[in-house]
Each structure stands twice: as structure tokens, then as C-alpha cells.
């Protein structure tokens, strides 16, 4: 009976730390969100995961927040006022991997002040054995002599994210996590 707690705390002793690595990152750091900042330079260094936070802070009636679309980032449209996060500490879950583009909708701060974050967000729990990879460009094919040579559009520019880091080097999914979690506990429970 002892060897089954054992094994049991074992298992939570790996997966707890897991549970809790969610990361809130504060945008802007010090300076929050505000104009005349560079937030693509902030944003370099960070690898952001679904589960992480982004907690935008700034003085409530200055500034909002809009989660928009690629197009909408770069042109600096904003959507209706109803869909603007506006506490002036506003917190918003990564919940789902990909792009993602934040802009305020004050007055001209998208357009003329630079107030505007784009980040991508890798899977959860991912080590850099199993991390998606961009794949590498590919020799060019050479089109058959008959054929009229057109030229290709350029493919999409997908911006590489940065290796993410897994200390234990250990992948799991948060099904595997639930999963495991739940068989430590039926362990302390026979």
C-alpha cells in the first residue's frame, strides 16, 4: 500500500509543477499599455502558450483594448465600441494557439502612436522534440520544358515563434495531465 502512495506522489510530483506553469505576462511591463511604445520589441523574447494571460494596464477612459483580426491590426480598424475591453486591467486567457493582434481604439493611438500587439501562441505543454515546426523552404521544381513558366506568388510569410522550453523535456497534452492526475489520485484513494 505504501508503494502505491509513493507512486502516486511521484506522478503528482511531476505533474503538479505543469499545472501551474501558466504564465501572466503584464504587456508593456512597467509602462503598460500605452502610445509611443514598441511593442513588437517587447513581444521578441517572449514565447506565449495557451493558458498564459495578457493583462493590459492602463488608466481607465485613456485607452481600450480590441482583440481583432490580421487585417484590422494592420489597417487599424476598429470594431464597434461594444467589443472593447475598457477596465483599464484587463485580462484576456490565451486560449487558443495562432496569431493573435491587440489594438486600442483611442482616438489615432493605433495609427499614429504605434499602440498595437501581435504574438503568436504555441499549444500547451509542448517540448521541442514534438513543437511544430516552419517547414524549410524546398528546392524549386524545375517545370517541365513544354510547359509556359508563369510566376509563382510568394507564399505566405508565416513568422517563426520561438523554440519553446521544457525544462523536464517531458510532453503531455492537457487530456495526458487530466489523465494521469486522475489515476495518481485513485492510487491515494484504493
Excluded at 517572449?46 to 495578457?54: A, I, Q, R, S, W
Excluded at 513543437?131 to 524546398?138: E, I, K, L, Q, R
Aim: glycine share 6%.
Amino acid at each position: 500500500m505504501a508503494s502505491k502512495h509513493l507512486a502516486a506522489l511521484a506522478i503528482l510530483a511531476i505533474l503538479l509543477p505543469a499545472l501551474a506553469m501558466a504564465t501572466e505576462f503584464t504587456v508593456g511591463d512597467d509602462q503598460g499599455w500605452t502610445i509611443n511604445f514598441a511593442y513588437e520589441a517587447w513581444a521578441k523574447d517572449k514565447v506565449f502558450h495557451v493558458g498564459d494571460k495578457l493583462v493590459f494596464k492602463y488608466t481607465a477612459g485613456r485607452h481600450n483594448v480590441f482583440k481583432v483580426n490580421a487585417t484590422a491590426f494592420t489597417n487599424c480598424t476598429i470594431p464597434p465600441a461594444n467589443e472593447a475591453l475598457t477596465t483599464g486591467n484587463d485580462v484576456i486567457t490565451l486560449a487558443t494557439p495562432g496569431r493573435k493582434w491587440y489594438i486600442c481604439g483611442v482616438n489615432d493611438h493605433c495609427a499614429n502612436y504605434g499602440q498595437k500587439l501581435a504574438i503568436t501562441v504555441l499549444e500547451a505543454w509542448v517540448s521541442p522534440a514534438s513543437a511544430p515546426s516552419t517547414p524549410a523552404a524546398s528546392a524549386p521544381s524545375t517545370p517541365a520544358a513544354s510547359a509556359p513558366s508563369t510566376p509563382a506568388a510568394p507564399a505566405p510569410s508565416t513568422p517563426a515563434a520561438p523554440a519553446p522550453s521544457s525544462a523536464s523535456g517531458i510532453s503531455v497534452s492537457g487530456y495526458q495531465l487530466l489523465m494521469a492526475a486522475m489515476v495518481a489520485v485513485a492510487f491515494l484513494v484504493v
